[in-house]
């Protein structure tokens, strides 16, 4: 899936955005509006957006907060319309905002802490084809998670600063920082002694400490990304190693 000209948000004063967060209408209600306007019923929503139809019943009836990984994208994209409106209840509208790319988050893979040297302003420029709030940063995902689904070259944008207490993050996925500098996108659960850190395709990473966690605002989609790839990339090398 590929965001285009018309997946873009409308805000580029971050008061105004976050102003519209506390719209009354859920996501899932803009979902049930969608499909009723395509006309379809629920197992068209399920085959053209690639998701099981037992997810998007469950979706239908607002049995889920919101979708895993780039669900949501794809339930989005299946729709034609804009993944943040269907996400935040933000209208799309014209507008592009350059985000420092902050390193690489570990899906199947673990970025290994001695790697990087990252300048205050990144290593590189992306731009995301909507307004966005001054704190946010991106990095880019390296190896594969199907639990939450995050694939090789997404971009993750996240909060610069984390915003929550930690308890309010277990059972949500998330970009953390260990305290012993490694970086992950994983679901996070409680631990006996610390988290633990959770996708399906990898060992739990259990009991540990955490620096930091990156509230995730938006996933781009590797095809997007590699898109700006060829108009410049991302410099530098990963160290990885098997998570």
């Known amino acids: ?9 409308p805000y580029s004063d971050p008061s105004e955005l976050f102003s519209n ?14 499909l009723e306007q395509k006309g379809w019923s629920k197992r068209e929503l399920s085959r053209r957006a690639d998701v099981p139809y037992d997810n998007v019943t469950k979706y239908v009836a607002g049995e889920v907060k919101q979708p895993r990984g780039d669900t949501l994208d794809r339930l989005a994209h299946a729709l034609e319309i804009d993944p943040i409106f269907l ?15 902050m390193g690489y988050l570990g899906a199947g893979a673990e970025v290994e802490p001695d790697y990087e040297q990252i300048p205050p302003e990144g290593l590189e420029q992306v731009t995301i084809p909507f307004p966005l709030p001054d704190d946010m940063i991106a990095f880019r995902v390296k190896g594969d998670s ?18 929550r207490a930690i308890e309010s993050f277990y059972g949500e996925e998330a970009a953390v920082r260990t305290r012993d500098g490694r970086r992950f996108i994983k679901t996070i659960f409680r631990g006996e002694r610390g988290v ?12 540990v400490q955490l620096e930091w966690i990156g509230e995730i605002f938006a996933v781009i989609p590797p095809s997007t990304f590699r898109r700006a790839m060829r108009q410049g990339g991302v410099q530098g090398r990963l160290n990885l190693k098997i998570a």
């Open 87 to 101: 996400a935040r209840g933000i209208s799309p509208t014209t507008g592009d905002t350059e985000v420092p790319i």
């Open 146 to 163: 199907m639990l939450p689904q995050f694939r090789d070259d997404t971009i993750v944008v996240v909060f610069r600063e984390q915003r």
């Open 1 to 9: 899936m590929e965001l285009n000209s018309m997946f873009q948000a």
């Open 196 to 207: 633990n850190l959770i996708s399906w395709n990898a060992q739990p990473i259990e009991n």
């Open 21 to 34: 967060y506390s719209s009354a209408m859920s996501w899932d209600q803009r979902l049930r509006d969608a």
